[in-house]
């Protein structure tokens, strides 16, 4: 069953992950900081342009740089940790389901996972977040383990379990910072309150083990800069992770209930069986003590990361995908029971599911009778800002058959949702369509949304590897020209100041991007700078020089 699970996981995960280009910002974010540790040969510290990154831990651009280091600096080796963590996370989450219940329910787990909306995409991408996220899971669930073992009095497997909870929680320290050990933290706390079990969690030999293990696993990295001297660095990640609860880092800003909507269509179909098991139960009776247990954990930590990225300022997607897991095991239980019979799948969850199947399908389908009528969309005037009017100027084919598909989904979808006989079947088949539909997307229409937004830019950096030449832009935020430019790094120590790039004064050739509606104001105070090309709403500039 695991070698099974294993290579269809590898067979979701891992085909045409370098078949279109790393996403500004995060994507190609992490992708340089791993070049330039091959680069330079400092694995040491994290850097972007050759300047200290303090945003991040090294440990997940270490797997890209080793990736990188066999296939080479790449989109298929920036994404393929993230798809070998796919791997993993289904087989620890076949796993931890074996033991909770049986194979036929962990396989359930699984697919329930794999085939939920942004679960699956992101083992696709190049961001930190999935490892991160399994780190954290694993964390909560030793630490769920030892809160059964110490109840039973076997004091010695307890300690063992705190032991590995610490080191997972210390891992997702090394790869993202101190909000793993917060979530874990406030999860573990609520825990202890409600099930009133302060003598077993302020026991000090959890305490010591826990605090010890953590310090060395977790700390590994800023014990390292200390020893080298790097204060500043330390200090300045923290100062930062203070900074992203506080305001809108980079413009990223949101709504009150964005994670909600996020997770409720972003998740979806697993959203909608979730919310079952978060209204007031009365027929979980049927649940083991185990089972039970464990679900208190997952809604607890569920609502620590929904609520506490809803006070945080700063709203990207991503920071609510640590709900993804705990969401799972919760929509797990309410299809178990439905199967079973032990809940009915009420009206309301069918009309849920079909709405959103319809919604989704329906966007997929309009996009290639959109995107092959650009041109009427511009006219309609609709659209007023120049940059998303040059971003649709792109000349992008769109076969019908991704129309098809859509279609077929939806009306797959909708059957699978109100069949009333082999509930099993027909729900398992919903999540398996919805992965087999997700799967063409990544290949069909993915690559046709990058061509508008960022591939005129990608291209005309990857045009200039071979030239010595700088590379910058000019009112707008990106990381792709250091990576698709492979920026190398230069011998005047001046080149990382932008304001001296854009003087005229420098000793190689400058090109500089901008985007179409900053044109007039690069050009009124850049006169040495010739346009080279409009395209796709970016301008491109070479200093006269």
């Not at 009133?196 to 305490?207: A, E, G, H, M, T």
């Not at 990223?252 to 979730?274: D, N, Q, R, T």
């Not at 400058?510 to 700078?529: C, D, P, R, S």
Request: hydrophobic share 50%.
């Amino acid at each position: 069953m695991r070698l099974l699970l294993l290579v269809v996981a590898a067979l979701l995960f891992i085909p045409l992950i370098g078949a279109v280009h790393l996403f500004d910002w995060d994507e190609i974010n992490f992708a340089e900081s791993a070049r330039e540790m091959l680069v330079t040969g400092n694995f040491l510290d994290v850097q972007i342009n050759y300047i200290a990154f303090w945003e991040k831990p090294p440990l997940f651009f270490w797997l890209q740089a080793l990736c990188m280091k066999i296939f080479g600096v790449n989109e298929f080796a920036a994404r393929l940790p993230n798809a070998i963590i796919g791997i993993i996370t289904l087989q620890v989450l076949f796993g931890i389901g074996k033991k909770l219940f049986n194979n036929k329910t962990a396989l359930l787990w699984c697919l329930i996972y794999a085939g939920s909306i942004l679960s699956f995409f992101y083992f696709k991408s190049g961001i930190i977040d999935p490892l991160f996220n399994l780190f954290i899971f694993l964390g909560v669930y030793h630490f769920y383990l030892f809160s059964n073992e110490a109840e039973n009095n076997k004091t010695h497997k307890a300690l063992q379990q705190v032991f590995l909870s610490a080191v997972f929680i210390g891992l997702s320290n090394l790869t993202k910072g101190p909000v793993g050990f917060l979530i874990f933290a406030i999860t573990a706390f609520i825990y202890m309150i409600l099930k009133k079990q302060y003598q077993k969690f302020l026991n000090y030999k959890v305490i010591l083990t826990y605090a010890i293990t953590f310090a060395l696993v977790g700390g590994l990295w800023f014990i390292m800069q200390m020893l080298t001297g790097n204060y500043s660095i330390i200090a300045d990640f923290f100062y930062y992770m203070i900074e992203l609860s506080q305001s809108k880092v980079a413009g990223h800003g949101g709504f009150f209930g964005y994670h909600f909507v996020v997770l409720l269509f972003g998740v979806f179909p697993a959203s909608i069986f979730a919310i079952q098991q978060m209204l007031p139960q009365q027929h979980n009776n049927h649940l083991t003590k185990s089972q039970q247990n464990f679900k208190v954990w997952m809604l607890i930590l569920f609502w620590v990361v929904l609520i506490l990225f809803t006070i945080v300022r700063t709203k990207i997607v991503h920071y609510s995908s640590m709900c993804y897991l705990p969401l799972s095991y919760l929509a797990l239980l309410s299809i178990k029971s439905i199967i079973t019979q032990k809940q009915v799948f009420k009206f309301w969850m069918k009309l849920a599911l079909a709405i959103i199947a319809l919604l989704f399908g329906t966007v997929i389908f309009l996009l290639p009778i959109i995107g092959n009528h650009t041109q009427w969309l511009i006219e309609t005037n609709l659209i007023k800002d120049k940059f998303t009017l040059g971003n649709l100027q792109a000349q992008v084919s769109w076969p019908y058959i991704i129309s098809i598909l859509a279609l077929t989904y939806v009306v797959f979808s909708q059957y699978f949702i109100w069949r009333k006989t082999n509930l099993l079947k027909h729900l398992a088949s919903l999540f398996i369509s919805t992965a087999i539909f997700l799967f063409f997307i990544m290949m069909l229409v993915v690559p046709r949304i990058e061509q508008y937004s960022q591939n005129a830019a990608i291209s005309f950096y990857k045009s200039k590897t071979t030239e010595d030449c700088y590379i910058d832009t000019y009112g707008f935020k990106s990381y792709a020209h250091y990576f698709y430019a492979k920026m190398p790094l230069h011998s005047n120590p001046r080149a990382k100041d932008e304001n001296w790039l854009l003087t005229g004064d420098t000793d190689k050739p400058v090109y500089i991007v901008t985007k179409i509606n900053k044109q007039a104001k690069f050009e009124a105070a850049h006169l040495h700078f010739n346009l080279i090309k409009i395209k796709n709403g970016f301008c491109f500039y070479e200093s006269k020089n």
